[in-house]
């Protein structure tokens, strides 16, 4: 199963998953989750932040609707 595939999937489940299940999702994920936000938020403090120009932060866009 392609990544986009299961991205919607589980995007569809979440959707209509009633509170029961989006608290255990979110118990298996929240670790992984929490780290995420962690180092995004460190990135630019640290000066590893990834920047874009506008015209590639566009063409990134594009490329991902052309895509699918």
């Known amino acids: 199963m392609e990544t986009l595939e299961i991205k ?6 979440i ?3 009633d509170e029961e299940k989006l608290k255990a999702i979110y ?3 929240e670790t992984d989750i929490e780290s995420v ?6 990135e ?3 000066g590893t932040a990834k ?3 506008w015209q590639e ?3 990134k866009a594009m ?5 699918g």
Do not use: G, Q
């Open 51 to 53: 920047e874009s120009t």
């Open 37 to 42: 936000k962690e180092s995004r938020t460190k």
């Open 27 to 29: 118990m298996v994920l």
């Open 44 to 46: 630019p403090e640290a």
């Open 8 to 13: 919607k999937k589980l995007h569809d489940y």
């Open 57 to 59: 932060a566009k063409a």
């Open 15 to 17: 959707e209509t998953a």
């Open 63 to 67: 490329k991902r609707i052309v895509e």
